[in-house]
């Protein structure tokens, strides 16, 4: 901040009038900080002389404008890679031509050689079979799980037992205590009346 009488920017700009402007030269004669702020003004006014000159907008633009909004190609390509659908279908779609492709390219053989039979009955059974070992590891399973379960259970009420007959043993061993002291108290306050008459 200038020490000057008058701003140093309006002696820079000779916008003072002549005896201000004189004031001004000798201050800044002695006064180093507004010699300093005097230079930046100088160094500021050289790089600022150096940028080229550029048309000001004659409006804001908007993000709406059509200078800003995008390509209906680029639209099309960013909607296809923006979605995670659009981008597997297309993918489904390229591979579904390509193994089309790839299928009337292939040259057919000659010699045709009949499908070996099917046995039904073979592969049922092992359907079957391993429908039933399936079932029957999930249900272990299952009935693992519960088992743990519940012995957790279990452990965790027996534990929740125990602090509460342990609580309740500690509750009554304080009552017998007090009424203990309360006996204690009736039999000398007894004995004090007693032997208070032999007297």
């Not at 309006?10 to 002549?18: I, P, V």
């Not at 908007?62 to 960013?78: E, T």
């Not at 297309?90 to 390509?98: I, N, R, T």
Request: net charge negative.
């Amino acid at each position: 901040m200038s020490c000057s009488p008058f701003e140093l920017r309006d002696y820079y700009f000779k916008e003072l009038a002549e005896n201000e402007r004189r004031l001004t030269e000798v201050h800044v004669k002695t006064c180093a900080n507004c010699r300093e702020d005097l230079e930046r003004l100088r160094a500021t006014e050289a790089v600022l002389l150096t940028l080229s000159d550029e048309e000001i907008p004659q409006r804001i633009g908007f993000i709406s404008d059509p200078v800003f909004r995008p390509s209906p190609f680029r639209r099309g390509w960013d909607a296809l890679w923006g979605s995670a659908a659009r981008l597997g279908f297309a993918s489904a779609a390229m591979l579904s031509v390509a193994l089309l492709v790839f299928a009337l390219a292939r040259p057919v053989p000659q010699i045709a050689t009949p499908a070996p039979a099917i046995d039904r009955a073979a592969i049922e059974a092992d359907f079957s079979k391993r429908l039933n070992d399936a079932v029957e590891k999930a249900v272990a399973a299952s009935e693992a799980r519960q088992i743990s379960q519940t012995k957790e259970l279990l452990a965790t009420s027996e534990r929740r037992n125990e602090l509460e007959r342990q609580a309740m043993m500690v509750r009554v061993a304080e009552y017998l205590e007090v009424e203990k002291k309360h006996l204690n108290t009736m039999i000398l306050a007894s004995n004090g009346g007693v032997s208070g008459e032999s007297r």
